[in-house]
């Protein structure tokens, strides 16, 4: 077992990431794992899939979690799409899930606005996600207009509606800007594709205002997940493909954490003085990390 899972994980916090370690690192991290390690978030793009093609042995990986007894939530900055069209997504690569086993930053927004008990929200997100603020969404000039709330518009995003955006927020003591997430970017087919955080930026510049942010790497979005499972943070392993949103966004809030090398991944990753506790060839070796941690 040691010599099959030393081909495939790095241990990050106990050598020189990427490269093999010796025994006796590997089982004290694997030690440290079966400790720590109660429940396991993941990360949808560049982790289980890349755009419309499926990673490889990321279904059996998911069933295998699954079998092991441990439980887990799909956790994503994906903002373009409903948890509806998400759970089909997964349906089409082989990963059955319910809508609940989602948690996404427009469900985590939604939520938050409705706890703070008034005001209603201006919507920057693409159509199909407005159906996670129902009863929400406001006019730009509704009294109880308090929120803007910016998405993955994708290709919609231009000077005009970015411009609409801010002028709601200008000038306008009270209004807050939340933001879905700040992933920077992502992966697809045909290359990297801009994402929220620099439309978040460029709002932030602008007004002079800080966003909140629902989604990774906000600490308060991993904090949610493990309120969903039921678990104390530190019991949980977060698996992505981005260092920043994913892999360190989780150690800051007090989770332990897995990069893959698959989706957005760079070698130039490891090069970061902050480093993931563990690097994964793909997710498919993440039942081989689990149980060995558990032998």
Same mark, same amino acid.
């Given at each position: 077992?040691?010599?099959?899972?030393?081909?495939?994980?790095?241990?990050?916090?106990?050598?020189?990431?990427?490269?093999?370690?010796?025994?006796?690192?590997?089982?004290?991290?694997?030690?440290?794992?079966?400790?720590?390690?109660? +429940?396991?978030?993941?990360?949808?793009?560049?982790?289980?899939?890349?755009?419309?093609?499926?990673?490889?042995?990321?279904?059996?990986?998911?069933?295998?979690?699954?079998?092991?007894?441990?439980?887990? !939530?799909?956790?994503?900055?994906?903002?373009?799409?409903?948890?509806?069209?998400?759970?089909?997504?997964?349906?089409?690569?082989?990963?059955?899930?319910?809508?609940?086993?989602? !948690?996404?930053?427009?469900?985590?927004?939604?939520?938050?606005?409705?706890?703070?008990?008034?005001?209603?929200?201006?919507?920057?997100?693409?159509?199909?996600?407005?159906?996670?603020?129902?009863?929400?969404?406001?006019?730009?000039?509704?009294?109880?207009?308090?929120?803007?709330?910016?998405?993955?518009?994708?290709?919609?995003?231009?000077?005009?509606?970015?411009?609409?955006?801010?002028?709601?927020?200008?000038?306008?003591?009270?209004?807050? !800007?939340?933001?879905?997430?700040?992933?920077?970017?992502?992966?697809?087919?045909?290359?990297?594709?801009?994402?929220?955080?620099?439309?978040?930026?460029?709002?932030?510049?602008?007004?002079?205002?800080?966003?909140?942010?629902?989604?990774?790497?906000?600490?308060?979005?991993?904090?949610?997940?493990?309120?969903? !499972?039921?678990?104390?943070?530190?019991?949980?392993?977060?698996?992505?493909?981005?260092?920043?949103?994913?892999?360190?966004?989780?150690?800051?809030?007090?989770?332990?954490?897995?990069?893959?090398?698959? +989706?957005?991944?760079?070698?130039?990753?490891?090069?970061?003085?902050?480093?993931?506790?563990?690097?994964?060839?793909?997710?498919?070796?993440?039942?081989?990390?689990?149980?060995?941690?558990?032998?």
């Amino acid at each position: 077992m040691l010599a099959s899972v030393r081909e495939t994980i790095s241990v990050a916090t106990h050598g020189v990431a990427g490269t093999p370690v010796g025994d006796a690192p590997l089982r004290e991290a694997c030690a440290s794992l079966e400790r720590m390690v109660s +429940g396991v978030l993941l990360d949808l793009d560049g982790v289980l899939y890349n755009g419309q093609d499926p990673i490889e042995g990321a279904a059996e990986a998911v069933s295998l979690v699954r079998q092991s007894g441990i439980p887990s !939530l799909f956790v994503t900055n994906t903002t373009s799409r409903p948890r509806s069209a998400l759970r089909e997504k997964l349906a089409r690569f082989g990963i059955l899930a319910e809508e609940d086993e989602f !948690l996404t930053p427009p469900v985590a927004a939604a939520a938050w606005i409705r706890g703070q008990g008034e005001g209603r929200a201006a919507l920057f997100v693409p159509d199909a996600t407005r159906q996670e603020f129902s009863g929400l969404e406001a006019n730009p000039d509704a009294e109880d207009l308090r929120y803007v709330v910016i998405g993955d518009l994708g290709a919609e995003w231009d000077y005009a509606t970015l411009n609409r955006a801010f002028r709601i927020l200008h000038g306008e003591p009270g209004r807050e !800007l939340i933001a879905l997430g700040l992933t920077r970017y992502w992966q697809s087919s045909e290359g990297a594709n801009l994402d929220v955080a620099p439309f978040a930026a460029a709002l932030e510049c602008a007004t002079g205002l800080k966003a909140t942010v629902m989604g990774k790497p906000a600490k308060e979005f991993f904090l949610q997940a493990a309120n969903l !499972l039921g678990l104390p943070p530190a019991e949980l392993l977060m698996i992505g493909d981005d260092l920043q949103a994913d892999a360190l966004g989780a150690r800051r809030a007090g989770l332990r954490s897995a990069l893959v090398r698959t +989706g957005k991944f760079r070698p130039s990753d490891l090069d970061f003085p902050e480093r993931p506790d563990w690097v994964l060839d793909s997710v498919r070796d993440l039942p081989d990390l689990l149980a060995h941690g558990r032998d």
